[in-house]
Structures are given as C-alpha cells and as structure tokens.
C-alpha cells in the first residue's frame, strides 16, 4: 500500500519520501561495494580477481535486465491507460545519441569475445561471459530508454524507485570499469614516453594485466586488443548517458506534472551556416593536431616537446575564441529583457549541476598545472604554453556554464516564426488598392482573400470607399489617420522584431560553433591526447604516483564534460 486508507494527502508524501531515501540508499552502497572491488583489482589487492569484479558486474546487469523486462511487460498490459510524460526528459536527438554510442559499445562487445575466444587457454569464463552479458543488457536498455525515458511513474511507486536506481548505479559502475581499464592502457603508454622527454629519474613500472599464454591468431589479437582501447571512449559516454537518463526517469516517479510543459523544439541548419563554418574548421583541424600529436609524442625529445607546442598553442586559439564567442552571447542576453522559466524540471536541474560538477574535474588540473609551472625550479620551453592553455580553460568553461544554464532557463519567445515579415500597402486615391496576404497568412497556409475575408486592415478603407457617393471626405480621411497609425505601430514592431531576429541569428551561430568546438575538444583526451601525462613538470613538482591519481580521477570528469556541454549546447540552439 501506498498510503494508508483514511490518512490526510499531505501524509500521503511520508512514504514515498522513504522509499526515495532507502533507494538512493541502495544505490549508493551498490555503487561503494562495486567501486571497492574495481580499486581492489586495480591495485593487485591479494585474493581479489579480475573474475571476481566482473561477476559483480554480470549480476548487477542481470538484475536490471530482469526489473527492465517486467517494466515492459507491465507497459504493454497497460497500454490503453493514458500517463504522464516528462517533455523535458529523453529528447530524440539525445536518445539518437545514445544509440550512436550503444552501436560502437556492441562493436567493442564483439571485440572483447573475439579476444576471449583467442585468449580462451588463460582467461576465466567471466571474460566471455562479460561481453555476451553487456551486449544484451545494452539492446534492451537503448530499448527501455527511446520507449520509457520520459515516463512519469505514478504506480508501483516504491519497487519502481528501487529498480531505476539500481539501473542508475549498474551503469555508472559499468563506466568506473570502463574508464579504469582505458586510464591502465593510457597510463602504460604514458610511462613508456616519459623516458623521451628526458624525465629519466621517474620509476618506470608497467601495470599490466596482459594474459599469460599466447594467442591461437597473432593479427586477429593485435587488432582485438588494439580496437578495444580506441571504441572504449564511445562505451564511456554510453554508459554515463544511460546513467543521467535514468536518473531524470528517477527523479520524475510520482511527480505532478504541469501540462503546458514546453514547446516543441526542432534543429534547423537554417541561419547558422557561419556558426558551422567556424566550427568545422575548428574540428577538421584538432583531428588534424591530435594524428600528428600522437604519431609525434614519445618518438625523441624534439619531437615531443613540438608535438606539444603546437598542441597548445591549438588549444589556446580555440579556448580564445570560444571565450569571445560566449561573452558575445552573454551581452546579448544582457540587452534582451527575457524571464526565467522557473518551474520544476529535474532534467534542466541536473543539466546545470553536472555542468558545474564535471567542470570541477579540469578546474583541477589546470590549478595543479598553474601552481607546477609557478614552483618548478626548471622551465622547458614549451611549458610556458601550459600556463596560458591552464587560464584559458578555466575562464572558458565559467563562461560557456554561464551562457548555457541561462539558456536552458530561458522563456521560449512566443510567435517569432508566426510574423516573418511586415506587408507594406501604398493607398493612393483612386488607385487599386491590393489586397495581398500577409506572410503569416501565407506561412500558415491560407490566405485572407481565399477565404472570401478581407484583411482588417482595410475594411474600414473599403467601407469608405463603398460608402462614398460625392460626401464621404471625412470619413475618407479619418481611414487615412487610422491607417497612419497602424503603419507607424506596425514599423515599430516590426523594428523590434528586426533586432530580435539578428539576436537570435547571432545566437544560434554561437550555440553551433560552441557545439563543434565541444566535440573538438572532447577528441584529444579520450583518443589519447593528453598533454597533462606527457609534460611531465607536474609530475616532478607533486611526484609521479600524486599526479597520476589526480589526474585520472579527474580526466574522466573533464571528458564528460565536452560531450554533455555539446548535449546541451545542441539543445541551446534548437531552442533559440
């Protein structure tokens, strides 16, 4: 029972406020228990397997995919009932998203069966069972999410909460898992490059987790375990995307849902041709800096140390511009007297606080680089670029927060496509007078005079005109006063609605390039591009081990947060 018969409405909230707690409970030692286990294996803990974490992860998917199946069931009993749906939550675009990156983690799936399978004499069962395990468990939930990301669950309430978070913590362990075992790989390749940078006095020590037999098919291993490290980025965001969608689902359970939720957003390429311009540049160009910057790094010391001057040197321009382009955007905000939308919306909640937490994550490394560079004793070269690289990244993420959690709270502007354009009537005496539509009356596929109406405009002329036999002459010029003032009120809307349509034009151009920009700088770091490892200053200020851990503990956060910032900057743009 939800509620006790007899009992006031109000006490009605008490359970359900329980049953939130105890789940969000359940989740988080899920989460602590799972995370344990993960760190136990990373550090070679005595009696603690790779075996054993994955058998925690298998039956952690297992328990979702039966709660995701009676969930379906349920649904589809309950077809004909009309529910709540949460218009904020789960949008196409986003769900188009998911799936993108769902298609390369069942990619990555198949890779990890081929590699059990010629690894099969040494590796446990788990190995191959892991994979199988994660590609079903992946299907169904991209399934579960495009059908059920914007339901408002209103029955069931308690089970239900306890189900969602356990998906919620399943996928962020499943990320955890996947981020460790991509950080190992780059971490491994990082050590191998320090020596060429001339950082001798740093202990080399591979961490390697390679099976201890041959492989039945040497090429097929070598592009098994090669393809693995490079589809892992797409897995990543895969699972911290199921995560965030999963708990908006969370959140909404049992939520009163206001009905006049929101307008319908769609993306149009028209008008922001600049914007993408700007942006493809700045993409087609970083693919261009991270090939060369990973072909050149570790190759000799002169090499390396240009591979990351000119990294930086990228990287500044790029932070410049996108700092000019969100305080541009900012101003515009500043001139245009809009309100805030301040009503309850957990997507658009958990949007802005994932902003500012992920943020949080190169905030922090850009702080040690900047405190590295100010106490290190000896300065390369090309560390100089690392300090105004470090600057920039802090100022450019404060700005872009700021310009996209305004714009994700701002009022949609209501009737800017229904009047695209002023009709502007000359009435001489004694000419024809023209009735031809207006742009709205067009646009909305009909026009006045097809439905035998006449625009109001000038039904008072005409009626004039009708009723003039030689001694209408007032009348004739009090339509003419009348007509001035509509084409004096008329040019002023349509002054106004002018500047507001450039605004808008300038916005979405911005929102785009942002957008581009976001992807470009997401590209670097989860390919491999990672001048905080490869610089090496900070690692002989704060030593080799304290740098490494707060670096891969925050690059994971600092990845996260490019894509979602070009979620919501895409988001932004279809929304201006």
Known sequence: MEKAAGSPAVGG????????????????????????????????????????????????????????????????TQRSLIRDKDTHAGARWL????????????????????????????????????????????ILQVYFLWCHAKDIIQSFKTLERFGVIHSVFTNLLLWTNGVLTESKHQLNEHKERLITLGFGNITIVLDDHAPQCNCTTTTL????????????????????????????????????????????????????????IFGLIVLTSTIAIVVVYLIQIGRSKIKSELALTM????????????????????????????????SKNPARKLDGELLVGTAAGSWLLSWGSILAIICA????????????????????????????????????????????????????????????????????????????EVPCLF??????????????AKEETSQDKSLVMHSTSDFSFYSRNSVTNNNRRILKNIATFLFLCNLSLWIPPAFGCRPEYDNGLEEIVFGFEPWIIVVNLAMPFSIFYRMHSAASLFEVNCKT
């Open 13 to 76: 909230s008490y359970p359900q406020k329980n049953a939130e707690i105890l789940s969000s409970q359940y989740g988080i030692n899920l989460f602590l228990a799972g995370l344990l286990l993960t760190f136990a294996w990373a550090v070679h803990a005595v009696g603690i397997s790779k075996s054993h974490l994955l058998s925690y992860l298998i039956t952690l998917m297992l328990i979702q995919l039966l709660w995701m199946l009676w969930y379906l069931c349920r649904s589809c």
């Open 95 to 138: 769900k188009c998203g998911i799936t993108l990156f769902a298609v390369i983690t069942l990619i990555l799936d198949s890779f990890k069966i081929g590699y059990y399978i010629d690894f099969s004499n040494c590796l446990s069962a788990t190995e191959g069972i892991f994979p199988v395990t994660h590609a079903v468990h992946t």
């Open 221 to 276: 291993c070598s592009i098994f375990s090669q393809g693995i490290y490079y589809l892992y980025p797409f897995n990543i965001e895969y699972h911290i995307l199921a995560s965030t969608m999963l708990y908006v689902l969370w959140k909404n359970i049992g939520r009163k849902v206001e009905h006049h939720q929101q307008h319908k957003t769609l993306f149009k390429f028209r008008g922001i041709m600049v914007g993408m």
């Open 311 to 342: 990294f930086y040197l990228h990287a500044i321009f790029v932070l410049a511009l996108m700092c000019t382009a969100g305080i541009v955007a900012l101003l515009i905000y500043r001139l245009e007297d809009r309100s805030l939308d301040n």
């Open 377 to 452: 004793q000896a300065h390369p070269k090309y560390t100089w670029y690392n300090l105004p690289y470090s600057v920039l990244v802090i100022i450019e993420k404060y700005i872009q927060n700021l310009f996209i959690i305004e714009s994700i709270h701002r009022e949609q502007e209501k009737g800017n496509d229904d009047i695209k354009t002023l009709r502007i009537v000359t009435i001489s005496r004694g000419s024809t007078l023209s009735l031809t539509p207006s742009y709205k009356e067009i646009y909305n596929g009909r026009a006045a005079h097809d439905n035998r």
């Open 459 to 472: 039904k008072g002329s005409i009626r004039a005109r009708e009723n003039d036999d030689g001694g209408g």
